[in-house]
């Protein structure tokens, strides 16, 4: 038999015809056949022999072309004869039952029979022997299947291309041409994929981590590139105008460092806490020039500066909600995920793109807890306890963080009054300047864990915990952001009160200047020099600064505390737990996990203390975009170094959009305080651009009136009439109203067209059943089914399958249909296909009733 | 791989040795159905566990690789054996035949006690993370 199986593998590998064998010399004519039988038309499909050889041609592994044209030339006429089909797959179903046809012909010849059984040794050597056609028939029809679907696609393909170039009428150089300007265009692609930084070490992540860790680098990358579009638009339009053609450093009294801070203007200490020279640069508000135009191009600075200040917030806005739509038209939007949460759990929880044995064992932990979560919850909705107690608890942990949360909102707000104080006296100490961050730092470290012991009181569901725990942090950073604004307008308001006198000062002292004895006054006297002119206190450097200063220190504390708390925690954890009483890996203090929320929250928080501060300190965008870079790096290497896959693995498709609402949360609420600033506080007298207007957006009006014309001017005015906006903003609350309401009312019906789909779906479903118990093994019923199945999705190839059985019965091959008569309707359900025998069997039967629900239960 | 070979066993596919359905997946994809595949069945699998693969066609081979005793049906049995593989065995008894109950309750459309690929289709095709943890990414 082996022999015999040799010796048929090398005539299929080799292809040599008409080798005489031994042992039968049937298969030696079969073979010897086997050159004509490939081009035989459609008609001589009644010869078995000759089916036989090119049914034996097909599986072979090493020749899909062949198979490809044997296929393509029956596909048109085996469609008329099926028997069933097992598995479906795209479109090559019918190609599979054509062959199975063949088979099926083949069967009651039992010489072929032999020979058959013989072939499967090389097809599948190691498929348990039968002699049933049925499981041969199977094992084919896995093998081609994928190669079909591939072979399918990619002949579509090549369809699609050839159609379009065949369509136009161009000569051979140009589709040539064509043809690799596609090539081009995909290398192109190829090429831009590999061009997204850093997504080799983000993948590496996802396989260590899950898609959740990675989540939150992806959301820090795609920050990077929003602060990097937002540096560009800063630095190209302000900076770069100012520095190359405005008046140099030195030249006017704003530009310079006034000479009682000049002896410590270089000093480290002075230049990190921004001031000194640092002060007087570019980074700042008031370093520029309230000069009109600037330089031969007449560049309008002031203008310039306004309008990318307000642009800033137009691209962000824009951008945000961008990404928010693009995630909800990502996700599907149906919310019937609670119908079927135990389905999801099952087939959806395993993440396949785990290859870390870690992260699996941690999440098989999760699938587990996850199923037992699930299974407490089903348990518990049936039964209802103690709704008071529950209630009573809640409120009281309410109670308690809202205290919590006023109490350090009254924490922050003393801490900056006194720190007001402190910048009074003389010989601060370093901890006194800085107390206001500190403090603002410590608390964000510290109530996160308050609160997230105090939540356990509440005993809510997990999920909806930690959307009250994200809640309330987001209350703790908003609360505390607020209070720091507002004393920090305290102080704008103290600087503005001052400048009255200063102006006088100013004023007195120059006069005294130019009319001092002692000069000649034939020579006109050289100017004062800018350093010693009196300074006004500058609000917006001062606001600028302190931003600046929030920036830098919030970045140092959250690498300190990725230091001490992830880093030396890990190597404390590794190295100490050889001499330490307790298992430290497993129990306290263990490795840390890397808390996606508090990161993310962090982000988002800081993000838009960049919007708030950006306005007054243009350079913040850029040091904000070295620290995102910085910690990019950073994080990436202190997650693979020292932190675990979480133990409860959550899932990051749907948490996206929440992270984007808030976003879009942040940067309005940063939106207010600089709309304000703007439309009520007069800009300083000596600094800035905007220094000696009324108010900042003055420099439109002036804009509009010198260098638009006229009618241009006069539209403006006609628009920024009130008369004129009030009607404008009652018609977009109209609109918003309509749109919400059309919105309603879509979704309404789309939910009810869900319900009609669905009880649909399930009429059919009970009228297949019903009739599939009504009518057994009655093939009268097969066009009723086809029929009914056309009206089915897949079910093309499939009726085409269901129709070709009364004509196999017709034909009455042999031994496939009575078998199903015999077969009881229903089996036990413990009998498992072990043997490939019952599975032929249910096949069989299958292929006999020819409708889908017909099948015997496994 | 060095040698050359043209036949993988599902030992050598170590890469996901923590998959629960390795086994499953090689039997799907394997030319006899025996976890021993070609190069072209490797081609095939990483074909469909791609991000680009359309979502009916995972559909459809998650359900084969669901399909443990590959009768075109997702049975109880089927069932269960997907839980205990996901969950190592950590689940009592009464434990997994309530899942199994619940899934059956959920997903079966056509009350049959089983889930045809239909049913399957029509419950996975509404996963919101079937795309993202189906995937095998290169």
Known sequence: MSHQSKRLEEEARGGARGRARSGSPRTGDRLGRRPSSKRPPPGRRGSPPGQQERARGSPRPGSPRRKQTERRSRRGELRGQEPRATERTYEGKQK?????????????????????????????????????????????????????????????????????????????????????????????????TQCIPWEMKIKGIESHFGSSVASYFIFLRWMYGVNLVLFCLIFGLVIIPEVLMGMPYGSIPRKTVPRAEQEKAMDFSVLWDFEGYVKYSALFYGYYNNQRTIGWLRYRLPMAYFMVGVSVFGYSLVIVIRSMANNTQGSTSDGESDNFTFSFKMFTSWDYLIGNSETADSKYAAITTSFKESIVDEQESNKEENVHLTRFLRVLANFLIICCLCGSGYLIYFVVKRSQEFSKKQNVSWYERNEVEIVMSLLGMFCPPLFETIAALENYHPRIGLKWQLGRIFALFLGNLYTFLLALMDDVHLKLSKEEKIKNITHWTLLNYYNSSGWNESVPRPPLHPADVPRGSCWETAVGIEFMRLTVSDML????????????????????????????????????????????????????????????????????????????????????????????????????????????????????????????????????????KYRMYDVLQETIENDFP??????????????????AILLMFLAIYYLNSVSKSLSRANAQLKKKIQALREVEKSHKSVKGRATASDSGDTPKSSSKNATKEDTTPHSASQSQIPDEKARGSGTVPPASRHLPISQPPGVRPGSGHPRSQTRACRSASGRKAQRPPC | MGNKQTVFTHEQLEAYQDNPFRQRIAQVFSEDGDGHMTLNNFLDMFSVMSEMAPRDLKAYYAFKIYDFNNDDYICTWDLEQTVTKLTRGELSAEEVALVCEKVLDEADGDHDGRLSLEDFQNMILRAPDFLSTFHIRI
């Open chain 1, 710 to 727: 006229t009618f241009l001017g006069k539209i403006f005015a006609f628009l920024a009439n009130p008369g004129l906006i009030i009607p």
């Open chain 1, 557 to 692: 504390v959250t690498y300190i505390t990725i230091l001490l708390g992830d880093f030396l925690r890990a190597c404390f954890v590794r190295f100490m737990n050889y001499c330490w009483c307790w298992d430290l890996e497993a129990g306290f203090p263990s490795y840390a996990e890397f808390d996606i929320s508090g990161n993310v929250l962090g982000l988002i928080f800081n993000q838009g203390m960049i919007w708030m501060g950006s306005f007054y300190a243009p350079g913040l965008v850029g040091i904000n975009v070295l620290r995102l870079l910085t910690s990019m790096y950073f994080q990436c290497w202190a997650v693979m170094s020292s932190n675990v896959p979480h133990e409860r693995v959550f899932k990051a498709s749907r948490s996206n959009s929440f992270y984007m609402g808030l976003l879009l949360l942040v940067l309005f609420l940063s939106l207010l305080p600089v709309a304000y600033t703007i439309m009520t506080l007069p800009p300083s007298f000596d600094c800035g651009p905007f220094s000696g």
């Open chain 1, 96 to 192: 599979r039952d054509g062959r199975a046809s063949l088979r099926e012909q083949r069967a009651p010849p039992k010489k072929e029979k032999e020979v058959l059984k013989k072939e499967e040794p090389w097809t599948r050597p190691k498929k348990p022997r039968s002699s049933s056609l049925a499981s041969s028939i199977s094992g084919k029809e896995s093998l081609s299947e994928e190669e079909l679907a591939r072979i399918l696609e990619q002949v579509e393909e090549k369809k699609k291309l050839i159609a379009t170039m065949r369509s136009k009428p161009w000569p051979m150089a140009k589709k040539l041409a064509e043809l690799k300007w596609v090539k081009f265009k995909r290398d192109f692609d190829n090429f831009k």
